[in-house]
């Protein structure tokens, strides 16, 4: 990407709407780069401009796309009718220039360069204020280290850029996913020290230090350092400004005390609340859901009286006789004053993670509390006081699979770094199935663009 200014990238979402977000003017597209990092409110509005990008409209990556197609990927969403770009994730067959696997790719990227440019401005100005810069480049930081965590995820290894100068990053190969890994712990130890405790404006819809926190605990859970993920949970759990839940609907509602993170709404006429309940509840009284929850593989597998098949799903049955359930953490399509925001990470999560944590350093009871704790908040009796270590990880998956469904691609990710997709999905995709489908393949337009560039395995190039 060449170097545009930064304020002609963020001009184009921002509106009245997002001045309520930002709590700051709209900037001017006329002001060159150089001028963006020397007022506080303009720095500011550059950086949560990738906030207001990420939301802006439906069907982006960091909303719909995220939350439903890595579903589909998975084994608890489909879509309700044949769709070409859609259908290729349900059967595993994705292709290089499949428009999703172009699309993730590009708004990723074009997150990656944003947050590059706000730690290179941020860095180099000397006008701001000093808390406040630090609160910026923290943001800027933790950002990244998002993106790049499900960059590595969705493709394996990447490119790692860490500027904006295209001459660099045009012909860089891709990097091995712990180089990368280790650049996002660096980024998230950055965040941790430069943000504080509180959320600007008091709203809970851009990373503070216990995201930071909430980011690294998952992080080092992916990779194996067990003692390193709990610490950080305990962080996390710990902290008396955050919560598990009693009551699930009200989980997802903005600025919920689970809500460690949130992406506001944004372009929000007519009431409109998230973009994941415009398009996942049903539009009038008689039409079926969209993205609609798997039958066979999800609904039926939960538990006897769980209390999260009847407050996080929705059903209708049609004329047809068919009756078909849609994920409904998100209630409310149009509401005035706002009710819900996109739920980015949470605090159930945080015990997920211990208890994984935990369990895999032989520390079982106290694994299953943590497991338990989510459980009966859903109504679910406690676990087994006699169940081994691998029927407890069974267990972590089992909860992971039934707390976090339809959410930025935690099933798929699970699978895939505990190595169960072939087991799980194998007998579910059919013939199509092969263990390299746990991988998105590299856009074949990246590949003809930088010669350095090489193809996932499993995948033409």
Not at 115 to 142: H, M, V
Request: hydrophobic letters at 40%; aromatic letters at 12%; proline letters at 4%.
């Amino acid at each position: 990407m060449k170097r545009f200014s930064l304020l002609i990238i963020f001009a184009a979402t921002l509106s009245a709407s997002c001045n309520k977000y930002l709590d700051t003017p709209t900037p001017k597209t006329e002001v060159g780069d150089e001028k963006v990092f020397a007022d506080d409110k303009t720095a500011t509005s550059a950086v949560t401009g990738i906030y207001i990008s990420m939301n802006s409209l439906n069907y982006l990556w960091a909303n719909v796309m995220m939350n439903f197609l890595a579903g589909i990927h998975a084994d608890d969403v489909y879509y309700a009718s044949n769709f070409e770009d859609y259908d290729v994730f349900k059967q595993t067959r994705l292709l290089p220039n499949s428009t999703y696997v172009e699309r993730f790719w590009n708004a990723v990227y074009s997150y990656v360069y944003s947050a590059n440019a706000c730690i290179e401005g941020l860095t180099a100005s000397t006008k701001l204020t000093p808390a406040l810069k630090d609160q910026l480049l923290g943001e800027s930081y933790f950002m990244r280290a998002y993106f790049y965590f499900y960059l590595v995820n969705m493709y394996g290894d990447v490119p790692l850029v860490l500027t904006t100068d295209y001459r660099i990053s045009e012909k860089l190969p891709r990097e091995k996913t712990e180089k990368v890994y280790d650049q996002v712990v660096a980024d998230l130890q950055a965040a941790k020290r430069l943000l504080g405790d509180n959320y600007p404006n008091g709203n809970r819809v851009r990373p503070n230090k216990t995201a930071a926190s909430a980011l690294l605990a998952r992080v080092y859970l992916y990779r194996h350092e067990w003692a390193l993920a709990e610490t950080e949970s305990n962080a996390v759990i710990g902290n008396g400004n955050y919560e598990l839940l009693k009551d699930l609907n009200a989980v997802f509602l903005a600025n919920s005390r689970e809500a460690i993170f949130q992406l506001q709404s944004v372009n929000v006429g007519g009431g409109r609340n998230t973009w994941e309940a415009q398009v996942a509840i049903p539009a009038n009284a008689t039409s079926g859901p969209l993205f609609r929850l798997d039958t066979l593989n999800l609904i039926r597998k939960f538990e006897a009286g769980d209390a999260r098949l009847a407050k996080w799903t929705g059903n209708r049955t049609l004329a047809t006789g068919a009756t078909y359930f849609w994920p409904a953490k998100y209630k409310v399509r149009n509401a005035t004053p706002v009710q819900e925001h996109t739920m980015v990470m949470r605090v159930a999560e945080q015990y997920l993670i211990r208890a994984e944590a935990r369990i895999r350093q032989n520390k079982l009871d106290d694994g299953r509390k943590d497991l338990d704790a989510v459980r009966e908040r859903a109504n679910l009796q406690k676990l087994n006081t006699a169940l081994t270590q691998p029927q407890l990880i069974l267990a972590v998956e089992h909860e992971r699979k039934f707390e976090l469904f339809a959410e930025w691609g935690h099933r798929w990710f699970d699978l895939k770094r505990t190595q169960r997709a072939t087991d799980v999905l194998g007998p579910i995709k059919g013939a199509n199935w092969q263990p390299t489908d746990t991988l998105y393949p590299i856009p074949a337009y990246a590949i003809s663009t930088n010669i350095n560039l090489t193809q996932n395995e499993g995948y033409k190039k």
